[in-house]
């Protein structure tokens, strides 16, 4: 009975490393971790993940200063970063965590890249998609959409950022 206890245990806790990494509010903390890298290198903070089949196959976070690029926002790298992981130009099994929202040059990545599913955090009044498609829906008909998901600690970041900025 001691041994059948202590395999169960185990079976218990082993089950509980396996389950966590599996939510979306853990890949959202992720895509968040890749937001601080740019906040830390005074680029607008947002990051991005994308994970298949539980696991992460592309981290991206805004580059624009860095590369001295506009496009190189944190979903760009991000999707390209994983077309080369996966050999593949869609990724219909993949799930995208950014925390903002996306602007409408990512979206229209996310479009091409008919990714099977996005979340994202904050929602972007000035920037975001969603000031040129209202509530039409950019991407590939397919995607499933939620958003919201830890939208406070992704807006938080921005105006951190933002009040360093004005100092
Ligand atoms: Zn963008």
Redesign the pocket.
């Known amino acids: 009975m001691g041994v059948d206890e202590n395999s169960d245990r185990k079976t218990v806790l082993d089950l509980g490393k396996k389950s966590t990494p599996m939510t979306d509010e853990y890949f959202m903390k992720m895509a968040l971790k890749e937001a601080e890298k740019a906040f830390d290198e005074d680029e607008v903070p947002?990051g991005a993940v994308i994970v298949q089949q539980g696991k992460i196959i592309a981290r991206g976070y805004n580059m624009v200063e860095k590369l001295n690029d506009p496009?190189a926002?944190?979903?760009?790298i991000a999707l390209t970063s994983a077309f080369n992981a996966m050999g593949s130009k869609y990724l219909p099994d993949a799930t995208l965590y950014v925390t903002v929202e996306?602007?409408?040059?990512?979206?229209g990545?996310i479009h091409w890249s008919k990714i099977g599913r996005i979340v994202w955090g904050a929602p972007d009044v000035k920037?975001g998609h969603h000031c040129y498609t209202g509530e039409k829906n950019p991407f590939h008909a397919k995607t499933q959409i939620l958003y919201g998901l830890l939208q406070d600690e992704a807006a938080e970041l921005m105006k951190a950022f933002f009040r360093k900025k004005r100092i």
């Open positions: 947002v496009t926002h944190a979903e760009i996306p602007c409408l040059m990512c979206a990545a920037n």
